[in-house]
């Protein structure tokens, strides 16, 4: 039986804070910015953020914001994703206090909660008037919470599942399965690839990156029977198992994928998608927003969605959630969570619908949410398949071994964010053609025994 936690198990005991400090310290980035103390008469809060979509909606439409809340400065530090990990896991491990608000995710949130580096908001969520707390998709609650209580909060939820064109799929007399195997699309995809034409069968992560090309990765391996550790951390990254789910995956994306994908992440897979260069794309359930944005995409209304694909389990989907969180230093804490609760309140989602585009509301944090009737209607394609997707979301269904760690698409420990980029390092090279999937696992397995014998020696609990 898989050990049971805020997301899924539970994690390893951790005495110590140092190896969260000494990865941070490891980055060695320098950040700059800092809030004004509580006796300033007009605070501000410092906001740091990803650079997605759905993020910078939320920064266009600050003069709401401000109109609510006229004695608050907010100013942003919105980062690509992997620049903004890094930045962010700096500042909260060395107790920084350059940020009030930080997006993180629910890889951070029970790890930093336990280390003492987050306010709990489990009080400020209970007693903002409309707030609705139990109104969050009840899985990432869970995955948000430490001892039962809120240390962030959602302002999307996702899970994975695969988009594919249903116009290309009808024209070449194929059927998509409602949960379709990697054969199955290894199949689609070797006949809807068109590279002359510029078209690619399917658009895979290929970006070094434990939040790029492991996320999606590392589902495919947990249905082909693989993990990173087994349950006496014993790295099992060079079994069968694993190799042949980055073998399939590496050799998916180079024969029938989009060209450089080395360097593809998500955004530019979204890009491709939504441009009508991809036949399909497996990723995150976030996706619909910029898919069925007529602003933004030319396959509006043609794309259908699907669970991910499977190999040996009931399911494969990932659990995530971009959320928000106030860091313990932050000395503006009511303004902090002032901010927080307008960015992910009810009312938030309406904002959108109705000054951006209801496609562009976030989608996977409020099953209230999709009671409204705007979005019920643009999201009739994908509402069902999202909720789907995140509610099977748990090792029990898309592992086939026990383990001892939480997470599918990342493993809950500190030393993941060190070790998840060094093995997507390899992985990415090989999707490059520097080097085969064997001699990639070889090193990979390497690192993760390092990682692995600390656990064993009780050294990373």
């Not at 994703?81 to 949130?109: H, L, P, W």
Request: net charge negative.
């Amino acid at each position: 039986m898989l050990q049971r936690g805020s997301n899924g198990v539970r994690a390893p005991r951790r005495s110590r804070t140092g190896r969260w400090t000494a990865l941070a310290a490891a980055a060695g980035l320098a950040l700059t910015g800092c809030a004004s103390g509580e006796g300033d008469a007009r605070p501000e809060i410092v906001v740091a953020i990803v650079s997605n979509p759905q993020m910078q909606d939320a920064i266009s439409l600050q003069e709401d914001f401000a109109e609510k809340h006229p004695d608050i400065d907010v100013r942003f530090v919105s980062l690509p994703e992997n620049e903004a990990r890094a930045k962010i896991t700096a500042s909260v491990a060395t107790g920084g206090g350059e940020f009030d608000v930080v997006m993180i995710s629910n890889y951070e949130t029970p790890m930093w909660a336990e280390n003492g580096w987050l306010t709990n908001l489990q009080d400020y969520a209970d007693t903002t008037e409309g707030y609705d707390p139990d109104d969050f998709v009840p899985t990432i609650r869970e995955a948000l919470s430490y001892e039962g209580d809120l240390y962030s909060v959602p302002f999307y939820g996702e899970s994975s599942f695969l988009a594919y064109r249903t116009d290309l799929f009808e024209e070449a007399g194929l059927e998509m399965p409602e949960t379709p195997t990697w054969e199955q699309v290894r199949g689609f995809a070797e006949q809807l690839h068109d590279p002359d034409a510029g078209f690619s069968g399917i658009c895979l992560r290929g970006l070094a990156g434990w939040g790029e090309i492991m996320a999606p990765l590392s589902t495919v391996m947990n249905t082909y029977g693989g993990r990173w550790f087994d349950a006496d951390w014993n790295a099992e990254l060079d079994s069968p198992e694993v190799e042949a789910a980055v073998t399939d995956y590496v050799e998916l994306v180079r024969s029938y994928g989009q060209p450089g994908a080395a360097t593809s992440g998500y955004g530019d897979c979204l890009t491709r998608y939504a441009q009508g260069d991809a036949a399909m794309w497996y990723d995150a359930t976030a996706m619909v927003s910029a898919i069925e944005d007529p602003a933004s995409s030319t396959v509006v209304g043609r794309t259908g969605y699907v669970q991910a694909p499977v190999q040996e389990t009931e399911s494969a989907g990932w659990l995530y959630s971009w959320s928000l969180a106030i860091p313990a230093t932050s000395d503006q804490k009511d303004a902090a969570w002032d901010f927080v609760s307008w960015m992910t309140d009810k009312d938030y989602m309406r904002l959108v619908g109705e000054e951006i585009g209801w496609e562009r509301v976030p989608p996977g944090s409020r099953m209230s949410t999709y009671e409204i009737p705007e979005y019920a209607e643009v999201s009739s394609a994908y509402s069902e398949p999202t909720l789907q997707a995140m509610a099977s979301a748990a090792q029990e269904t898309s592992m086939t071994e026990r383990v001892p760690y939480p997470g599918l698409q990342f493993v809950g420990i500190p030393e993941f964010q060190d070790l998840g980029t060094r093995v997507a390092q390899q992985i990415s090279a090989a999707v490059a053609g520097q080097k085969s999937v064997p001699e990639a696992l070889e090193q990979a397995q390497q690192y993760a025994e390092t990682v692995g014998e600390s656990y064993q020696s009780g050294e990373g609990r």
